[in-house]
């Protein structure tokens, strides 16, 4: 299908006027400019590939300069002029080289691609531009590309600009911003971690009968002020490695972590409360001389809190299944598996959104902060792995880490 243009085409290639036709000072400029002294000629003997090209940045709402022939000549229009400062008018029509001989503001490495073929495209590129008879930096994103003749041989170079100063200053002062919420988020939980960690300490003190004999009623007051003593210093802990993590500035020391011991220790850690709620917790496979390239702190970390999860979720009776697979020497897989309430297929990618709960009603029996996944993936993810779930309600749930290998132990298989 075509599509039929405003106007009629003109029967006979475009003159000079038509170039300089209907647009503002630029075009008059140019219009008016002494061509005749230039490497490029008069406007009535341009190419109709220059001329083409000339009509098009004249007539540009955003800023845009074609640098044509060997000499680079400059033709910009009415939005690039803006950004000349003092060079105006001095520059229009001249090479690029004796115009700015300080040094060039746009980018001869990028110019010189785009002479060679390429279309190139470069972000936050800090120019130096004159507003208001002052010169400052501003931010742009610059496209170049190449020119060609009616013959399509590349004959200049155009530059478009578009301007992210705004923008850019957004994101920095949002960085700051972030940066900001994280020191005084490490600041604050410092200040409240001292009083949290003497109030379980002074508990543990009366449950040990340094202030006297402890009642049975007095010691399970004891053990409800210690676990919310543990829970509020987990809620802590949470907050803040999320913070770190969303400000880019928590630290991951990888390395070849081996799995087996990993995954032993975790298991032992959560031993005790798997038995408390007879949950059947199991190991399968062999995890025998693998290991992951990664944090093996965040490692744990993940999986604790996997473990945590479905231990969480799981009735009595239930099972939960550790099992740890190698894909083609590339990567390894650590799967929970368990036989829980399980999440709905709406709800399975919410679960990694930071401080979402599913059933809120529900989960706030069970505790936590709705950051344990959040967290989690975000770790994986900086560790270049991923976290991933699949689920179906009253069936269980399959959370799986996936991680770079790492170099294998030589341990015995186990
Ligand atoms: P929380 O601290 O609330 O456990 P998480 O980010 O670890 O936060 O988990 C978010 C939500 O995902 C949980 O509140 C729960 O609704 C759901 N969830 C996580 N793991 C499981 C699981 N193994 N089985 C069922 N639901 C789960």
């Known amino acids: 299908m075509t599509i039929a243009p405003d106007h009629a085409p003109p029967r006979e290639p475009a003159t000079a006027a038509s170039i300089f036709a209907g647009a503002g000072p630029m075009a008059a400029l140019c219009s008016s400019y002494a061509w005749a002294s230039t490497s490029i000629g008069c406007p009535d003997e341009w190419s109709a590939g220059l001329r083409a090209a000339a009509a098009l940045v004249l007539a540009a709402p955003t800023p845009m300069v074609l640098l044509w022939g060997e000499d680079a000549t400059q033709i910009y229009n009415d939005a690039y002029r803006e950004l000349m400062g003092a060079k105006h008018p001095t520059v229009f029509g001249t090479p690029v080289r004796s ?67 705004t923008l850019a200053a957004a994101q920095r002062e949002a960085r700051a911003a972030v940066r900001a919420k994280a020191d005084f988020l490490a600041v604050m939980s410092h200040e409240l971690r001292t009083p949290l960690n003497a109030i379980g300490g002074y508990a543990e003190l009366l449950q040990l009968g340094v ?63 798997a038995r408390k709620k007879k949950i059947d917790l199991r190991r399968s496979g062999s995890v025998g001389g693998l290991a992951a390239r990664a944090d093996g702190e ?62 809120a ?12 996944l959040a967290i989690s993936r975000q770790m994986a993810q900086r560790m270049g792995g991923d976290l991933t779930v699949v689920s179906e309600i009253g069936a269980g749930s399959r959370f799986t880490l996936t991680l770079a290998c790492g170099r294998c132990t030589q341990r015995a298989v186990g």
Not at 130 to 147: H, I, K, M, V
Request: negative net charge; glycine residues 10%.
């Open 99 to 165: 115009s700015w001989p300080e040094g060039w503001h746009l980018d001869w490495e990028l110019y010189t691609r785009a002479w060679g073929g390429e279309s190139v495209m470069v972000d936050d590129a800090i120019v130096t531009v004159g507003r208001a008879g002052e010169s400052s930096d501003a931010s742009f994103t610059l496209g170049y590309s190449p020119a060609r003749d009616e013959y399509g041989v590349i004959q200049g170079v155009l530059v478009a600009a578009f301007e992210t100063t």
């Open 211 to 273: 202030r006297g004999t402890v009642t049975p009623e007095q010691r399970a007051d004891l053990e409800r002020i210690q676990a919310g003593q543990k829970q509020l210093l987990g809620v802590i802990d949470d907050v803040l490695a999320y913070t770190k993590l969303e400000a880019g500035i928590l630290h991951f020391a990888v390395e070849d972590v081996p799995l087996d011991e990993l995954l032993t220790g975790c298991c032992a850690l959560v031993g005790h409360e």
């Open 298 to 359: 965040k490692v744990q970390q993940v999986v604790l809190n996997l473990l945590t999860n479905a231990i969480k979720f799981t009735n009595p009776g239930g099972i939960i299944t550790i099992s740890c697979q190698e894909e083609r020497g590339e990567r390894i897989d650590i799967t929970i598996s368990d036989t829980g309430r399980g999440i709905a297929l709406s709800d399975l990618e919410c679960v990694f959104q930071p401080f979402v709960q599913v059933d």
């Open 361 to 372: 009603k529900l989960t706030r029996a069970q505790d936590g902060t709705g950051l344990g």
